[in-house]
């Protein structure tokens, strides 16, 4: 006897023959909230015996509510329970999920088909064998899928019921206050002086503490472009493991895949990074690759922070994004949302996301150098491009105040059009609140 733990949210589908037990599963551990297969049938027939001939239909009415549930705020699994019916394709649910940002879990019942029998006589010796050889190919393809996590289950007696575990980025509990730093680029020093402007001192163990207890949540791009990587990766490393947050930039994402030892183009400063990994005496190098590239890829795609009000991202994040997992929210906290185009400067042109963003969380996000950071609907983008000869820049929260080092020098050519502040910015200044 066992309890569940299930990602929440989530989409959970439950996978079983008829006879199976599948229906009265999902019904004993997620209630009334499951979506049935032959709720659907009887609902689309109007006859209580769930004829087969509605089958099909029920099958796309059901995912179309599936769908529209999986885009819904609620935080609990969305439980679906599908049958292996001719044509009824569960990969449909993987694919949902995915696009809403859901861990899909898929609990299949792995139950043989002369026991399934046993409880629907009705059903013939052709029609329970058919079942069971579409229940083991789909199986198969949902193990395939980027995202999906299977689990068998010979006896579902033995599950007692389920307990929900915060997927990675939820961490509302986490109250701050919070400093939070913008896209480093190696600019070591400059995160150096930040820190102790800040009022950080720094501990034996090279840790960093703020006397009143703040904490570091760096929004990703350690390294690549400038002078001192591998000592900016060690101080953000060195920070996390005494309690400081980090989410990933697409500049880390890169360096994970490169030293996972995938193809990667080496571009846009990542070869600096390469060369100062490479100059690491023989002994040192293997265990710090190492390293650095467990830290990279336990590094959430967003934070939400402080009772849900802060949102911590590199990116950027729609707010239908915010607090899911996978897919979309990977791609749209690391890279923004790039149209596809090239902008006049040859970069990937950017969609201003943060145009539109009308939600009620305040996210706080990098990666677009700018010249100045201010609040903009509830959002503020704090890469003052200080690779660029820009500013490094922090957000204090629940302050809402911005506090920036210049850079010390230029380290990285000009980036097309971005321009860096030329004023020495004032210490503390309040960023001034545009809603
Ligand atoms: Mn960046």
């Known amino acids: 006897m066992r309890e569940l733990e299930i990602p929440s949210p989530s989409l959970v589908l439950i996978w079983g023959c ?4 599948a229906g009265a599963f999902a019904e004993r551990l997620f209630g009334a909230r499951a979506l049935r297969a032959r709720t659907f049938r009887r609902a689309v027939s109007g006859e209580a015996d769930a004829p087969r001939w509605a089958g099909p239909f029920a099958a796309s009415v059901l995912a179309t509510v599936a769908e529209r549930r999986a885009r819904g705020a609620s935080g609990l699994p ?26 899909c879990r898929v609990l299949a019942l792995s139950v043989p088909a002369r026991r399934c029998r046993a409880r629907r006589p009705d059903l013939s010796v052709e029609e329970t064998s058919a079942q069971r050889k579409r229940f083991d190919q789909a199986l198969g393809e949902l193990r395939k899928r980027k995202g999906v996590s299977v689990e068998v289950l010979a006896h579902p007696d033995q599950i ?33 002086l930040l820190l102790g402007q800040l009022g950080y001192t ?3 163990a090279g840790g960093y503490q703020h006397p009143e207890g703040r904490r570091l949540v760096f929004l990703g791009d350690f390294t690549d472009r400038g002078p001192r990587n591998l000592d900016a990766l060690r101080l953000v490393m060195r920070a996390v493991a ?13 360096l994970r895949r490169y030293l996972a030892g995938r193809k990667v183009s080496i571009s846009h400063g990542l070869q600096v990074t390469v060369d100062e990994l490479e100059a690491l005496p023989e002994g040192e190098a293997l265990p710090f690759r190492t390293a650095v590239e467990d830290f990279l890829a336990d590094l959430p795609s967003h934070l ?19 607090g899911r997992e996978g897919g979309r929210v990977d791609s749209f906290a690391l890279y923004g949302d790039p149209s596809g185009k090239l902008d006049a400067d040859g970069y990937p042109e950017r969609r201003d996301w943060a145009q539109a963003y009308r939600g009620p969380a305040w996210i706080a996000y990098g990666h677009t150098p700018i010249g100045h950071a201010a609040w903009r609907h509830r959002t503020i983008c704090i890469d003052q491009g200080c690779v660029f000869g820009g500013a490094l820049s922090a957000l204090r929260w629940p302050e809402r105040t911005t506090l920036c080092v210049p850079a010390q020098s230029s380290h990285s050519p000009p980036r097309g059009s971005f321009r860096p502040l030329l004023l020495a910015p004032l210490a503390g200044a309040p960023a001034p609140d545009w809603p």
């Open 242 to 254: 005494g309690g400081a947050l980090a989410v990933r930039g697409n500049h880390d994402d890169k």
């Open 202 to 204: 720094r501990d034996d």
């Open 78 to 103: 969305l439980a679906v329970e599908f049958e292996p019916w001719e044509g009824h394709d569960p990969t449909a649910f993987s694919t949902i999920a995915r696009r809403a940002g859901l861990p």
């Open 304 to 322: 939400v922070l402080d009772g849900g009000d802060l949102v911590a991202v590199h990116g950027g994040l729609e707010e239908r994004l915010i």
């Open 18 to 21: 008829e006879g199976s037990g």
């Open 160 to 192: 007692t019921g389920w307990r929900g575990r915060p997927l990675a980025c939820d961490r509302r509990d986490e109250r701050g206050p919070f400093d939070l730093i913008g896209d480093v680029h190696g600019c070591y020093e400059e995160l150096v």
